[in-house]
């Protein structure tokens, strides 16, 4: 069952304008992508930073609006929903952070974080209590840090209750925007192997953003590669990881076994006239 | 680091550097003062604002005696005056030793309601009803200076902090929404600030009263002047906030909880405002004594308090004929009372700056 579906979304951003108003240079964030995640089936996006990964997660969160294009929830265009139902998008959708330091307010203890995607809930007071003491234990801490404040807390520990706090509304979708990215490796391999217990028990599909292909394949059956604000190939993770066939995947392959930094400049190259096609089953590349 | 959490320690750390500057607690204890006598001051002051006993029209400050003409030790006492005309029919009083008054504690005088509420006639201090007791002096009527400046401080300490507090709602709310939205809201929000900072506050102050009656009682003088306050103040403020809220609203919590569908207006309330609030703080205080200028500058030219009612700006307006401060120098005291308010809130308000730095610093980046 198709969960999320991007149809041909486009998003550009004029950068530096003309002080008359005129002459601006446009950055495509997002340059035409298709694509479709579904439901069980977690979805991995890679690509360099800069490629446009973060404004696709915020089209698909519905907090950036696309030039063009659809996104559909569950078959519901999300451009044009009622007003009832953007207020059940939040149980349906969640997103965690890049950036543990910054998104959790510091004036917040603990519990009220964990309550605050609460304030519509149709549960009862001591049903969302018991929903925090749930999430809480699910991601490893015991009740007593209820009362205590983010900056007690590492860059991984704040990102599990900020895990925490986005499976408050047990949504069905969970957009990982660069969640492990700025943890160490260490930490980084706790909390993907915490992701994909999270993935069983509450039966939530992943949509997990990374600039890391190993990263990726850890936690996502299912890998698209994103360049300049294009998808250049999609495809199950085993075949991508053996028979890579758009070159930029074969450079991101190399840097993802060999972790030297690449010195490869990459050279402009001439995407516009290209089309996803369909090699073999399931895995498309851009030609 | 304690259990406590960071903002209780941070705001320990505040309160240690501020009261490490000693200046600052001494002004705070002041304006504490002034500001009790201020609630209380039907009960701290001898008289009511309006007793007046044209017997003793610009009565010098009396003196207190502590000694007895026979050089024994008494309770503190004054005599009666009693004054004859010089040359240019100016009033000159005497002390009348034949009558004296001891200063009493609590004695009964001009019957007033304590806190608005409990209807009371004893005073503080002060001398049987027979004399009277001018410790700093009377003005032209012959009332007493220290109950009217009591008095007036009520209307003067607090037309600054009403009218702070209202144009900071205004300012913090306007500003937050300015800076969330952005677009054309925000064009919109800061012609309008501009062009009301653009005009100086003072013509705009004088133009507001010009555009309201002249006769209206004082509580509606009162409020009026509050409300010209407001409406001059939350520009200024509103332009610093939305500065601030525009960086605000890109850090991540702001993004979170529009992804968990809260409204906007929760957004702003919850996590963009509670962050504006050391800077508010500090911009208070130092902006508190901007309105009690304004006050006594609009009295002081008989548009805002009008008499019998006091205030300092319209105790002061006696005072602005050469002769009065000749003969009469006590009358400049109210002069002297607003100084030290003003210089109090200044130092108050620096030395908040200081202790909230590392806050205004954390606020600051984005
Ligand atoms: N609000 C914006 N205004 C202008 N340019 C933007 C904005 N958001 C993103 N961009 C630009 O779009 C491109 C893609 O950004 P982003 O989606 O954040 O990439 P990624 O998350 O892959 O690092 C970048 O060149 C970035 O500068
Ligand atoms: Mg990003």
């Not at chain 1, 004036?107 to 605050?116: D, G, H, M, P």
């Not at chain 2, 705070?28 to 500001?35: Q, R």
């Not at chain 2, 001898?46 to 610009?58: C, K, L, M, Q």
């Not at chain 2, 009218?163 to 929000?189: A, C, E, M, N």
Request: charged fraction near 20%; aromatic fraction near 12%.
């Amino acid at each position: 069952m198709k969960l999320l579906e991007i149809n041909n979304v486009r998003k550009y951003f004029s950068t530096s304008r003309h002080f008359l108003g005129k002459a601006h240079h446009l950055t495509r964030a997002v340059d035409g992508v298709d694509m479709t995640i579904d439901q069980g089936v977690s979805l991995g996006l890679v690509g360099e930073s800069g490629c446009g990964k973060t404004t696709l997660a915020r089209i698909a969160m519905n907090m950036i609006k696309p030039d063009t294009g659809d996104v559909f929830f569950e078959g519901q265009n999300m451009g044009h929903l009622p007003r009832m139902q953007r207020r059940l998008l939040p149980s349906l959708m969640q997103m965690v952070f890049q950036d543990p330091f910054s998104s959790l307010d510091p004036r917040f203890s603990i519990r009220n974080i964990l309550k605050e995607p609460m304030a519509f809930s149709s549960l009862t007071r001591g049903e969302q209590e018991q929903k925090m003491y749930e999430l809480l234990a699910a991601v490893g801490f015991s009740e007593h840090i209820l009362e205590r404040f983010p900056y007690e807390f590492s860059g991984g520990e704040r990102q599990r209750i900020a895990i925490a706090r986005a499976l408050m509304m047990q949504p069905k979708l969970l957009i990982l925007d660069e969640a492990v990215s700025s943890l160490d490796v260490l930490v980084q391999e706790q909390i993907l192997h915490l992701l994909s217990l999270l993935k069983e028990r509450f039966g939530v599909t992943y949509f997990f953003i990374s600039h890391n292909l190993r990263v990726v394949k850890k936690l996502c059956p299912k890998i698209a590669v994103m360049y300049q604000g294009k998808i250049v190939e999609m495809g199950p993770a085993e075949i991508l990881f053996n028979n890579p066939l758009h070159p930029y995947t074969k450079r991101l392959l190399l840097a993802a076994i060999s972790y030297r930094a690449q010195n490869v400049v990459a050279e402009q190259e001439v995407l516009d006239e290209k089309r996803l096609c369909e090699k073999e089953k399931g895995h498309f590349v851009l030609e | 680091m304690n259990k406590q959490g960071q903002h209780v320690s941070q705001f320990q750390a505040s309160f240690k550097v501020f009261q490490r500057n000693r200046l600052a607690v001494a002004c705070l204890s002041v304006l504490g003062l002034l500001y009790f006598l201020a609630i209380f001051a039907d009960f701290f002051s001898p008289y009511s604002y309006d007793n007046e006993d044209r017997n003793y029209s610009y009565c010098p400050p009396m003196k207190v005696h502590m000694v007895n003409q026979d050089g024994s030790l008494s309770w503190p006492y004054v005599y009666g005056t009693s004054f004859v005309f010089d040359s240019f029919h100016k009033r000159i009083y005497t002390e009348d030793k034949t009558q004296k008054y001891t200063i009493r504690l609590f004695p009964k005088g001009d019957a007033y309601r304590l806190l608005g509420v409990i209807p009371w006639d004893r005073h503080f201090f002060g001398v049987e009803t027979k004399g009277r007791l001018h410790l700093w002096g009377a003005d032209s009527r012959g009332r007493d200076l220290l109950s009217r400046l009591l008095w007036g401080s009520r209307v003067s300490l607090s037309i600054g902090l009403i009218g702070v507090l209202i144009s900071f709602v205004f300012g913090l709310f306007i500003g937050g929404i300015s800076g969330y939205y952005g677009g054309w809201i925000d064009t919109l929000v800061m012609r309008l600030c501009e062009m009301f900072m653009m005009v100086p506050g003072f013509y705009l102050m004088l133009a507001l009263r010009a555009a309201f009656p002249p006769n209206l009682n004082s509580l509606q003088i009162y409020l009026l002047v509050v409300v010209i306050f407001s409406f001059i103040g939350w520009a200024s403020l509103a332009r610093v906030i939305r500065g601030m809220a525009m960086t605000l609203k890109q850090r991540e919590y702001v993004l979170a909880a529009k992804a968990m569908g809260l409204s906007d207006l929760r957004i702003i309330r919850m996590h963009i405002l509670p962050h504006t609030m050391s800077y508010s703080i500090v911009a208070i205080m130092l902006s508190i004594p901007g309105y009690i200028m304004g006050e006594s500058a609009l009295s002081l030219l008989g548009l805002g308090i009008q008499d019998p009612y006091a205030s300092w700006g319209n105790l002061l307006s006696e005072a602005m004929g050469i002769v009065q401060i000749r003969f009469a120098p006590w009358i400049l005291l109210p002069g002297l009372f607003i100084f030290i308010t003003v210089i109090c809130f200044n130092v108050v308000g620096d030395a908040l700056r200081d202790a909230l730095d590392p806050w205004l610093k954390a606020e600051g980046q984005s």
